[in-house]
């Protein structure tokens, strides 16, 4: 097992190139979030914006619109229920987190499949319950980058293991049969790529409030199409989160998942200058 290292997340950091614009930064769709957990979903959204995502949209119940909107207003809207504009919503990102606070009624899951079956070449991130769908139905996915982000809670469903009662090769295997890259949550975070397994070193008790999974999973999406390779944006995702959550651990005794999003921009500046002192 491999021990993620502050220097590769330096050295991977993109420097966000002169030309950029809006359309090269990554265009990141966000699905989820029903009539109880709009919360889930404006959290992941805002992570995806604050990591620097070039357009982000949500996919949502229409209830959430304007909580969204004074939270994020970078962000745009569509309404979930309507699945031609979700489709097309699909075909216009580069990438698609699904699943936080979506629900498991029969319109989350209809929603669910209607994504599944919609990505083409989109990086998918699977989340919440749309990790809870995969465990019910096993469907087929897509043939791109699917990367689940499951806790532990989440993965024994998935997949019948007990974290605690498991080895390291047990898990690899599991992850091998989903087939999907899995970043396993816990304190100690466990990334499963193909045949490399890295482990997290950072994150903290403070960490343990609602959202905070769902901060995660769009800091994933919204780094996704700003990095040239998707298992270093993984990395750097994981490491990132618990990076920030760590120094405002330092000040405080819980931490909020929105204050994570919001110290984002900094903590990246902060690495791509010493990246560039070297
Ligand atoms: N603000 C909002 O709108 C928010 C909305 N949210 C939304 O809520 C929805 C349901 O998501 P969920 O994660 O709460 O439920 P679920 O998948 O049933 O997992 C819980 C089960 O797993 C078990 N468990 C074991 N180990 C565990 C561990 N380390 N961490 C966590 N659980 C662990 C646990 O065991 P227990 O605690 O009972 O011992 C229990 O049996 C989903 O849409 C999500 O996006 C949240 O994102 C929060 C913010
Ligand atoms: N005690 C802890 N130590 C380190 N990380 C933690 C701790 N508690 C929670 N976390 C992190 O917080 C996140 C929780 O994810 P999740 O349970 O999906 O949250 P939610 O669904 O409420 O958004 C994971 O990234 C996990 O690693
Ligand atoms: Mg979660």
Not at 116 to 126: E, F, Y
Not at 217 to 222: Q, V
Request: aromatic fraction near 6%; charge should be negative; charged fraction near 15%.
């Amino acid at each position: 097992m491999h021990i993620i290292d502050k220097s590769d997340i330096i050295r991977w950091l993109p420097d966000r190139p002169k030309d950029s614009y809006k359309g090269s930064m990554g265009r990141v769709l966000c699905v989820g979030g029903n009539t109880h957990f709009g919360g889930a979903i404006i959290l992941a959204a805002s992570a995806a914006v604050y990591s620097g995502a070039g357009l982000t949209s949500v996919a949502s119940d229409p209830i959430n619109l304007h909580a969204l909107h004074a939270r994020l207003p970078e962000a745009m809207f569509i309404d979930y229920q309507d699945f031609t504009a979700l489709e097309d919503a699909i075909h216009n990102a580069d990438t698609v987190l699904l699943g936080p606070g979506l629900g498991r009624d029969a319109q989350a899951e209809a929603i669910f499949h209607c994504v599944l079956s919609a990505i083409t070449t989109q990086k998918l991130v699977l989340d919440a319950d749309a990790l809870y769908f995969i465990s019910q139905n096993r469907p087929n996915l897509p043939q791109t980058t699917v990367i689940a982000t499951p806790h532990q809670g989440e993965w024994l469903r998935l997949t019948g293991l007990p974290l605690s009662e498991s080895t390291v090769e047990q898990r690899q295997q599991a992850t091998a049969d989903l087939g999907m890259w899995v970043v396993l949550k816990s304190e100690r975070t466990e990334i499963y790529l193909d045949d490399t397994v890295y482990q997290n070193l950072g994150g903290n008790p403070a960490m343990a409030t609602g959202g905070m999974g769902d901060v995660l999973a769009g800091m994933l999406a919204g780094l996704l199409g700003q990095y040239s390779s998707p298992k270093e944006t993984v990395l750097s995702g994981v490491f990132l989160h618990s990076y920030i959550a760590d120094q405002l651990a330092l000040n405080q005794y819980v931490t909020l998942p929105s204050q994570i999003v919001t110290e984002i921009p900094r903590v990246m500046r902060e690495l791509l200058n010493a990246k560039q002192q070297f």
